[in-house]
């Protein structure tokens, strides 16, 4: 199985704070309304702060009335103002709440798409290295915990920052002594919470990694679930899941356990700061020292000091969720991409075909070269073959055509323009090209063999279908080429390949690729898609990779491939004359069949 090389974990201590700048720096566009949406935070925390001293000034008034008379007005002019401050505090609330949850989606959905885009600049080389799993768990899970934690933490952050340091002052300002009791009395659990916080990180990043792998481990075994029951390989795919989700639980385990340690050890510092706050204020009022209203203001001033503590706590958990989850899509996002083309201004806009490969060099990696000091011709609308053994660099002479991958030396050329010097966009307009491996998307059949195609008539779509052999089935079913071809669409692994070699036939590009094309069909349906490949391949340059070298007897070349060299070439009846490697891979066929 693959599994991801890339997605390294995040920093083990503390939030990164490399990764934090970088969000930062992605979010600068909207740093305006987001510092609007935290000052209208800040604005609404300070009003809650202000509402215990004039519950102390209500508490007072209401204390001296039991001895003589209450002045009510007094009390009811204090409630009002205290009443409108509170809803002034939720007016702020619920605007700076509506704009991070507008400012939280636009970033998420650009990240995505950004993402999304990103894939398509990547070189195939990445995703030889890369699970597709874990890309996926990059654009949802990595991404989704970033917008959570910009919709959730940034905004609780900075009002409980507001809150703990403006009760703090408050505390201060109404008596110092019973200030410094609750600040003692919260010193031991604020430590405590910083330690928490410290080691907790390694296991958060852990978790978002972990995540990741178990993503690109179930999409392998789902995809490929035909294949591990052929080869009862279940046990093997689910100790492997197992190891990655005993991992994952681990990190999680541990990570959600610091982060629930923050409620409980919170609750108890509050708790015991109501019992000083308590007990010192009682010492206090005895001696005259204050009043019985101080002792009620700072019985909220408490719950005020110590709930920030605790949401500074859960705030910090998220960032370093958040840190882990960043580092992941910006690193992915940081990923070497293929080189811009916009400079280039050389274009094909169709081309006869002719191909020449001139001492072309190519490795996977420089140490181990696949393809070394590769020669060869192919001449408008001939019929190219490809054959040789498997690794011989069949596949890879291809993707090296197609600019998949770059050469690493010498040079590619069609209608004697170097492949350097076209875009890909232009090198791909001029290909059409039908895989072992068939690709069908959620779709009508109409739409799967028009594909990005412009233009394309409903008579054009039905004559390559008829050509492939394919017209007569897809009449039978209940709604024609307008059927949905989705999970419930019961279709042979050789009517999926039919259906992409339609595709090929309407998109009429003067250069064809077929690589192994008719590995999926039967014997008779393979006859007819040759007949229908003969009539494609009529001006055209066609290179044809196959196994089955029957199929190939009327190539106008041949090239016999091994070890990523032509080793010989010519037609089918010269190659058996020379009874060389050609003849016994031939012959090997024969004798295998009999």
């Known amino acids: 199985m693959k599994h991801p090389q890339h997605g390294g974990a995040p920093s083990s201590n503390g939030i990164n704070k490399a990764s934090l700048k970088q969000l930062i720096s992605y979010c600068r566009a909207y740093i305006p309304i987001i510092t609007v949406a935290l000052v209208l935070a800040m604005l609404g925390s300070v009003f809650n702060i202000v509402g215990p001293e004039l519950l102390s000034q209500i508490t007072d008034f209401i204390t001296e009335g039991l001895m003589t008379k209450i002045d009510l007005d007094a009390v009811v002019k204090i409630a009002t103002i205290l009443a409108f401050l509170y809803g002034l505090g939720f007016i702020f609330n619920y605007i700076q709440g509506y704009i991070m949850a507008t400012v939280t989606q636009r970033v998420s959905k650009k990240l995505r798409t950004e993402i999304s885009t990103k894939i398509n600049r990547l070189p195939l080389k990445y995703f030889d290295s890369t699970s597709t799993g874990d890309v996926l768990s990059r654009v949802t899970n990595d991404v989704d915990m970033i917008g959570q934690t910009m919709n959730q933490s940034l905004s609780t952050l900075v009002s409980a920052i507001t809150m703990f340091v403006g009760s703090l002052i408050m505390m201060f300002y109404t008596n110092w002594i019973m200030a410094l009791s609750a600040v003692l009395s919260t010193i031991l659990g604020f430590a405590l919470m910083t330690f928490i916080i410290s080691k907790s990180q390694k296991y958060f990043a852990q978790q978002q990694k972990e995540l990741g792998k178990l993503n690109g481990h179930i999409e392998e075994i789902y995809t490929g679930h035909h294949v591990v029951k052929v080869y009862n390989g279940e046990k093997e795919a689910k100790e492997t899941f197992r190891e990655i989700n ?21 609750m108890f510092v509050g708790n015991f700061g109501y019992v000083v706050v308590c007990l010192v204020g009682a010492v206090l009022a005895v001696n005259g020292s204050i009043s ?3 002792i009620v203001a700072f019985m909220i001033y408490i719950r005020l000091f110590t709930q920030p503590l605790s949401q500074l706590a859960q705030a910090a958990t998220n960032l370093q969720s958040t840190t882990a989850a960043s ?19 050389l274009r094909l806009e169709s081309a006869k075909g002719d ?10 990696n ?4 696949v393809i070394k000091d590769f020669s060869t011709k192919a001449k408008a609308g001939q019929k ?29 050329l069609i209608d004697g323009v170097p492949t350097s010097n076209l875009t890909r966009q232009n090198i791909h307009q001029l290909f059409c090209m039908v895989l072992q491996d068939t690709w069908l998307f959620e779709g009508t059949i109409r739409e799967n063999i028009v594909y990005s195609r412009k233009g394309v008539s409903n008579e054009q779509v039905e004559e390559a279908c008829k050509a492939v052999g394919l017209h007569h089935f897809i009449t039978t079913l209940p709604h024609g080429y307008d059927t949905v071809l989705d999970d419930k669409a019961n279709l042979s692994a050789g009517q999926k390949q039919l259906i992409t070699i339609a595709r090929a036939m309407v998109e009429d590009a003067p250069l064809l690729i077929l690589d192994e094309a008719t590995s999926s069909v039967d014997t008779r349906t393979e006859l007819l898609i040759q007949e229908a490949m003969d009539k494609l391949t009529v001006g055209k340059t066609s290179f044809v990779i196959a196994h089955r070298l029957s199929t190939i007897k009327n190539a106008d070349l041949i090239l016999v491939m091994k070890d990523g060299d032509i080793i010989e070439s010519g037609k089918h009846q010269e190659l058996l004359l020379k009874n060389g490697f050609y003849a016994d891979l031939y012959n090997s066929q024969f004798e295998d069949a009999s």
């Open 384 to 412: 190219v073959a490809i054959v040789g053994p498997t690794g011989a660099g069949k596949t890879t002479l291809i993707n090296l055509l197609m600019r998949f991958y770059e050469v690493n030396g010498g040079e590619i």
């Open 292 to 294: 019985f209203g101080v």
């Open 366 to 369: 420089r140490d181990n070269m």
């Open 327 to 345: 580092e992941r899509v910006f690193e992915f996002l940081g990923e070497e991409e293929l080189a811009n083309e916009s400079g280039k201004t």
């Open 246 to 266: 005993t991992r994952l639980y681990n990190s999680a385990w541990k990570s959600q356990f610091m982060s629930g340690l923050m409620m409980p050890l919170m």
């Open 355 to 364: 191909v020449e490969f001139k001492h072309v060099n190519f490795g996977y």
